[in-house]
């Protein structure tokens, strides 16, 4: 007799990238040497002075008890003036600030926190994962809201909301954006905060990556617009920014609200980070911040020497300006197989691995995404691979008039 599937499994769709994961395993069992560009999944080591200070916290036998679900009174206070100094934000520690598992954990914790089954949210599609189906295993309805160069974000959320029953209780929100790479400038948060405020919405803004950028002014923050606060909760995470994928360490501020649901659902489902992660995550934050930057530089080189390669071989793709990930629209000549078998594709006769875009959505097709994971050589020889892939299907490098124009995601 067929088991029935349980509920929330049975809410989620089956998970693309697992193919393309497979795949890679195989192929590395085999001893082929795979250039993976799939996963955001930061290669160079947390800068020495953050492991250092975990190094001497965690010889304290003090710091192995159980910790604090919403965060240690100083790392709060490091990330309020973090704030302070980067935003011109005032954060109040106690009431506006909550340390989290990651931005991954405090966005899917807070959905389980403040969604009714049956609220309708509105989320960006393509979108990172968690931003939509966070929501769905709280119960919650999606609608999703095309998005992508060109497209107007506020007035399709606002052709969404109208269309949508019941109305909408929360949008979400990512800039600069994973998967797309897509940036946003100040004027459009107001506008956002404008549209939720007049519709009684919450705000989820995800800037995980407002450290990663490399061309105009540094992203900005929606808490950055006044009366934001009334209505928005911004979260983040250390992952990126001081290459610290595997600690675990983020957080979520704004809406005291919001901030106070969170940290109440996690009381009851973590004791926090372990104390010395949070003690080395405060050094990160109070210390130098000329580690930042040079993360900045090495994914800016590795994203010129990809985006330049793959221009020569055939593949003129969109330069982001922000993020470790380029987002590129699969070649003419292979876009009607769509974006899982050329990932395949790739994988199989590249040894190139990479991440359909429709795992992020079903807008996201037509596109893959590549991490920008590997060193320089690897990414050349990832280059040199797809080149030779190309010219076995018959596609030729573009003429150097043609490599010359600079794509830009804006």
């Known amino acids: 007799m067929r088991e029935p599937e349980f509920h929330r499994i049975r809410r989620l769709p089956p998970y693309v990238f697992a193919e393309v994961n497979v795949m ?7 001893g082929r040497d795979v250039v993976d560009l799939g996963m955001g999944n930061p290669d160079s080591p947390t800068p020495k002075h953050i492991v250092d200070k975990l190094i001497e916290t965690v ?28 935003f011109d934000v005032r954060l109040d520690p106690e009431t506006e600030v909550c340390v989290t598992l990651g931005s991954k954990e405090g966005l899917a914790n807070l959905a389980q926190a403040i969604t009714t089954p049956g609220d309708t949210i509105l989320v960006p599609n393509p979108s990172y994962p968690i931003h ?11 609608r999703h809201v095309p998005f992508g160069p060109g497209i107007d974000l506020i007035a399709e959320f606002a052709h969404a909301y109208e269309h949508t029953v019941p109305k909408p209780s929360v949008m979400v929100l990512n800039f600069p954006s994973n998967p797309t790479a897509l940036t ?13 405020r007049e519709r009684d919405m919450f705000i989820l803004s995800d800037i995980a990556y407002a450290e990663i950028y490399f061309e105009g002014p540094p992203p900005p923050s929606i808490l950055q617009v006044e009366g934001a606060k009334e209505v928005a909760v911004e979260f983040s995470s250390l992952s990126k920014t001081y290459s610290m994928p595997g600690w675990r360490i983020g ?4 809406n005291p609200r919001l901030i106070g649901a969170l940290a109440r659902i996690k009381s009851y489902l973590d004791y926090g980070a372990f104390t010395p992660i949070q003690v080395a995550a405060t050094a990160a934050l109070n210390g130098p911040q000329d580690c930042v930057e040079e993360i900045r530089r090495l ?34 000549p292979f876009r009607a197989m769509g974006s899982l078998a050329f990932a395949k594709l790739l994988l199989e006769e590249a040894d190139v691995a990479v991440a359909p875009g429709i795992g992020f959505g079903e807008y996201g097709e037509g596109h893959v995404r590549m991490a920008l994971v590997e060193n320089k050589h690897r990414l050349r020889q990832a280059v040199r691979s797809i080149r030779a892939l190309f010219a076995r299907y018959g596609v030729a490098p573009q003429p150097a008039r043609a490599r010359a124009r600079d794509l830009v995601m804006v």
């Open 24 to 30: 890679k395993a195989k192929a590395r069992a085999a």
């Open 59 to 86: 010889r304290d036998p003090k710091t192995h008890r159980y910790s604090t679900s919403r965060g240690i009174p100083g790392l709060r206070r490091a990330l309020a003036n973090y704030y302070a100094r980067r």
């Open 132 to 142: 939509p189906y966070g929501f769905m295993i709280a119960g919650a309805a999606i």
């Open 184 to 196: 946003c400038d100040l004027d459009f948060y107001k506008e956002a905060v404008k549209f939720a």
């Open 251 to 254: 957080f979520a501020a704004g």
């Open 299 to 332: 994914y800016r080189e590795r994203r010129d020497v990809l985006v330049e390669g793959l221009a020569k071989a055939g593949w003129p793709v969109p330069k982001p300006r922000a993020t470790m990930f380029v987002w590129a629209p699969v070649p003419e």
